[in-house]
């Protein structure tokens, strides 16, 4: 499953070099994660990174994109050329 930002985010730009996808960027009003890029860290990390490191608890499961472990780790190797 992916992870989105949610609106308690304060845009402090914590979580966006943490992530080794680079699936987070500046958004309108607040950051935002490319569902497309987020692994979760899967692959590189026990826990995501962008979580780990939110000071507000920010960053969170995203209902919308939902995928098993195998399936995050395939998008990590598809992204990272492995």
Not at 9 to 16: K, Q, R, T, V
Not at 65 to 70: F, G, I, L, R, T
């Amino acid at each position: 499953m992916a992870l989105k930002i949610n609106d308690e985010c304060i845009s402090c730009g914590a979580c966006e070099p943490e992530c080794p996808n680079s699936a987070i960027s500046e958004g309108d009003t607040q950051y935002v994660i490319d569902p497309s890029k987020c692994t979760e860290c899967v692959g590189f990390y026990d826990e995501p990174q962008c979580a780990s490191v939110c000071p507000v608890d920010a960053c969170v499961p995203d209902p919308d994109h939902v995928e098993s472990h195998d399936a995050l780790l395939e998008k990590k190797k598809r992204l990272h050329g492995e």
